[in-house]
């Protein structure tokens, strides 16, 4: 789920749920069910709370993220600039 893994992401960034959640718009709440959500997927610790540090795993998870957002963030850009007419 891209909402995981963007709040993932974030969370990375900033090393806070908090300003991860402010950031996005969502409840902190909401992050770290986002964040657990995601290290139930892949079957890992991406974090340590409290303090929040990325794991191992979170850091080679975060790299990758980055990228993968990156390109979904400009297939996004890039397609409201083809103009196909639905039928």
Do not use: M
Request: charged share 25%.
């Amino acid at each position: 789920d891209l909402r995981h893994l963007r709040s993932f992401a974030a969370v990375a960034r900033t090393g806070s749920f908090t300003a991860a959640a402010r950031e996005l718009g969502f409840t902190q709440s909401a992050v770290s069910q986002h964040v657990a959500a995601l290290e139930s997927d892949v079957g890992r610790a991406l974090l340590t709370r409290r303090p929040v540090r990325l794991t191992p795993d979170g850091e080679r998870l975060a790299a990758h993220a980055r990228q993968i957002l990156l390109r979904v963030d400009g297939a996004k850009g890039d397609t409201r600039f083809v103009a196909v007419p639905l039928e």
